[in-house]
């Protein structure tokens, strides 16, 4: 391996192969803290050359690879196990290396921060819209990896909405240009879509064309508290049918949610008095013609109130309040997993109308697994993607809250399935999911997803044991 190693350090120099202890634990640390990382050397390629080439020798060295963004990722799925693959992390290749804001296109490398693309493209009046609470460390090549989500998926998709072309290094070492910035091009299959959300199993992003948007102008956000999952179906027809296209984000937040986010952030700020169950918070955007979007806004809440579908509203006065109720929203995330023993996450979608009997089910289930728990429910509510985040109570030990975590999984996924819904919305399987994925998916839908890995990737190097088991 010593030999493997020098040759390593031969393609991208010996500072960008790290196999020290003390340098390779960021990259072998699992966000959950569930699993042990460890692998057998952290390599960072300078560019996409580079790439093909580390790609090239561990193919002829049989080394398994495990592709790397910022290491965000919710689901195992960016760190190696078993000591026996390399860590390739893409943070290096961070250039934006075209933009042209009258084709409303930008093309990027892999290792992009998120945030560095939504400033960039600001900088020109333009918008790129993929938006999560992790975009100032992920990267857009493990957004594309896992076809990334987050809170304006309502409006404008999920990550592969927003990729027009890609450039990838296939597992033996050859590179893929399909850095089209076309709209409409139908030559053949739509291979740039396999390796959206394909969690590096089947090939390393090294560049992507994205689309850019217009500034979606004047926004307001509000935040809405009220009764019931009933009501939070409601009212989204209602907005949508007075704000059509410029609904931007519809994040549902539990009391359970709201209660931990503020209790772990003392900089955020309850925005209403009423302690409602269920809590809304909704931006819209008014285009560049938006003077009347604030009445409008006001007529629409007050309509609702007097119908009973929401017990108080306050709109954001101004961007300092915008960002407070963000802040809370961005909180949960943390404040849950700092508590004794982490939190126990389920990333779920539903049908929208089905959310309401999904979460009855669901609480009671939990509380059966583990009595106390606290389930602390949030997310993109109008893509009827649920975060089912727990939090253990005062009744259960810790060690034995953490010895349920599969058994809690398998149970919610259970009503996941009884609603027709998904049990990996948008942070992907993993090494987590695995499982479940056999389990519920057809044998037709497996035995396809298996030819295309075994085509694509015969000797199995790309991400082994993760997706596909
Ligand atoms: C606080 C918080 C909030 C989050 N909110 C959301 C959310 O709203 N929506 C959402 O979808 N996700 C969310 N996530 C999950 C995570 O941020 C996303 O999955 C993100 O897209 C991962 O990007 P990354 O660069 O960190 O990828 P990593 O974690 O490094 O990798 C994720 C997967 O992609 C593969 N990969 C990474 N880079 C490449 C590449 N260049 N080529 C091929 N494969 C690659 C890895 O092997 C791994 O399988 C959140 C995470 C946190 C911590």
Redesign the pocket.
Known sequence: MNEFISQLKAIVGDAYVLTDSEATQPYYKE?GGWLEGNGLAVVRPADTQQVSQIVKLCAANNVPI?????????VG??VPYDGKAIVLN?SRMNKICHFNPDDFTMTVE?GCILEQIQNVAREKNRYFPLS???QG???I???I??N????LTIRYGNCRDLVLGLEVVLPNGDIWDGLRSLRKDNTGYNLKQLFIGS??TL???TAAVLKVFPDPGLRETFFIATESMDNVVSLLPVLRDVFGENLLAYEVISREALDCALEYNKAAIEPLAVRAPWNLLVEISGGKHGQYLRQQIEEVLANSFEKHLLNDATIAQNAEQARNFWVIRESI??AVQSRPGKSIKHDVSVPIAAMPDFVRDVTIAVQQIIPGVIAALFGHAGDGNLHLDLVNGEETPVDEYRSKWKQVNHAVYDIVQKYNGSFAA???I?VFKTDELVARKSTVEMELMRKLKQTIDPQNLM?PG?VLA
Do not use: R
Not at 148 to 151: K, M, Y
């Open positions: 966000y495990v592709p790397q963004g910022g290491n965000t990722g919710l799925g960016s893409l892999a999560l609470g992790a460390s992920c990267q090549g493990g957004n990896a896992t990334a989500g987050g809170i969690e590096g090939g390393i992003v995330s943390d948008e942070h992907g993993g991400n993760k």
